[in-house]
């Protein structure tokens, strides 16, 4: 059965072959299994819902000649779709009652398009770009830890889609610079081309959007969603590690990004790990990620620690003695975020305390505001943290209780166990109470979900955060 599915299945795959390009052809054919033929019924399994409806909505005619070529008038094709979320096979149907069924998709250039990134214009929909126009290529100071990553970025800035960076992935550690340098490429891409669509997104908001055309009970929300991105020329995705385990939202990044990528549009992203480290996101999005250019931005190092130090007093039009700066630069090797912060408190605190800058001013600042353990975070220490801010004992947060702090707190130490230091779930799950690693896995998405939806939940968070920062 299974044999004679997959020479019908080839016959059909060589007539489409001949009639589309080797990209969509690659895109939307290739991953198509054949299963089984019975009286004349050909059972395919498709990726998933999205790749079915796209199938339907712009390869109906082809497939149905197809299937009618090899298989005769009265063939039919029964889809089953092989996603994560989605396991069980979808009603028997064919194809003229499912095509009725499918979503109608808007014009590409339908002006309505439901994004609250959209301006409403009279023909052209034009895109707001949520660009920063002050993290730009002539502040981002460049450095050894950065140096790659920066040039990748010009050359992707000068040709968007027309590189083999594409897509573009840069990663590193918190405070490094990754999305001032997304920006930047959007911002230089904005000035040199200025009809392209360039649009930024953090992961947070997409996420978000996904969820809420998900819910809308407008028929075509989410189709309208997924089509605003595909009409983008350039997409940047900030933080795309926060798509960990979201299967739904994984999914429509997918077939925008394929939508984008096969028509040459430039693509980046960014990650706080390499692909490679990734967790929870799908085999097929990793495997994308890998396509084009992965760059790290890593920690810097003194010189660069100087010269950016050096070009914030400069723009602040704060003289400031070299010692200092030394002094600084020396002393604050986190990130690059901290180190703006300190000097940010030093022109506030020379200012308010009518005080000369002084290396003891700096000192005092720093031993207020940097915590220097160096990322030698152990899952230790993020406990006592998290028991210190919530107090309770370490006992406690260990014990078998289900009482709903005591559940939060410890899978918010589940989480930046699993955030901040390089051990594997099981090791987490064993030292936080003797949990299992699904319980952990468990507890990562539920503290990345309550982010989103709970706000007194979000500043635990944020509070926690300041207290790690690296
Ligand atoms: P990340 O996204 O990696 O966490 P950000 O891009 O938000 O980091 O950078 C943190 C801060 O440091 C921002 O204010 C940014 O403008 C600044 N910064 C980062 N890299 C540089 C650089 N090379 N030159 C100047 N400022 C930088
Ligand atoms: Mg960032």
Not at 290 to 296: F, P, Y
Not at 366 to 387: A, F, G, W
Not at 427 to 436: P, T
Request: some cysteine.
């Amino acid at each position: 059965m299974k044999e004679a599915a997959k020479k019908v299945w080839e016959e059909c795959l060589d007539f489409i072959k001949d009639n589309i390009d080797e990209g969509p052809f690659n895109v939307w054919f290739a991953p198509i299994e054949p299963v089984s033929l019975e009286d004349n019924i050909l059972k395919i399994k498709v990726p998933s819902q999205y790749f079915l409806e796209w199938l339907e909505e712009n390869y109906i005619s082809l497939l149905r000649l197809a299937m009618r070529r090899t298989l005769g008038e009265h063939s039919r094709l029964f889809y089953i779709i092989d996603s994560p979320i989605q396991k069980q096979p979808l009603p028997s149907t064919n194809r003229p009652e499912l095509a009725k069924q499918s979503l109608a998709l808007p014009e590409l250039k339908d002006p309505q398009l439901k994004n609250p990134f959209v301006i409403p214009g009279i023909r052209e929909i034009t895109v707001d770009s949520q660009l920063n126009l002050h993290q730009n290529f002539d502040n981002f100071v460049e450095g050894e830890s950065n140096r790659f990553a920066r040039s990748a970025g010009i050359s992707v800035a000068n040709k968007p889609g027309g590189t083999a960076f594409n897509p573009l992935f840069i990663f590193g550690g918190v405070g490094l610079g990754k999305t001032h340098l997304a920006h930047a490429i959007g911002v230089d891409i904005k000035e040199k081309f200025p009809k392209k669509k360039v649009l930024y997104v953090s992961s947070e908001k997409f996420t978000q959007q996904f969820s809420n055309a998900s819910k809308d009970k407008e028929k075509n929300a989410l189709n309208d969603f997924i089509h605003f991105y595909q009409l983008m020329d350039v997409l940047i995705v900030d933080d795309i590690q926060f798509l960990s385990g979201k299967v739904r939202t994984q999914d429509a990044f997918f077939h925008i990004f394929n939508h984008l990528h096969q028509n040459n549009k430039q693509v980046i992203l960014t990650s706080d790990k390499a692909p490679v480290d990734l967790f929870d996101i799908e085999q097929r999005l990793l495997s994308r990620f890998k396509w084009g250019l992965s760059a790290e931005i890593k920690a810097p190092d003194y010189q660069t620690r100087y010269k950016i130090l050096q070009n914030k007093f400069l723009n602040d039009g704060t003289p400031i003695n070299e010692d200092i700066v030394a002094y600084l630069a020396e002393n604050i090797r986190t990130n690059i975020r901290e180190l703006e912060g300190v000097s940010n408190s030093l022109i506030a605190q020379a200012a308010f305390n009518r005080k000369e800058y002084s290396i003891e001013l700096a000192q005092s600042i720093i031993e207020k505001s940097v915590k220097n353990h160096q990322s030698i975070l152990t899952i230790d220490h993020i406990q006592r943290i998290i028991t210190d801010y919530f107090n309770l004992a370490l006992e406690e947060l260990h014990s078998k209780t289900r009482k709903r702090n005591v559940v939060q707190a410890r899978q918010l130490a589940m989480y930046f166990a699993k955030k901040y230091t390089k051990n594997s779930l099981a090791v987490i799950g064993s030292q936080i109470g003797q949990r299992d690693h699904a319980t952990v896995l468990h507890a990562c998405k539920t503290v990345e979900n309550l982010i989103i939806t709970d706000r007194e939940f979000k500043k635990y968070v944020s509070d926690l955060e300041s207290k790690f920062s690296d």
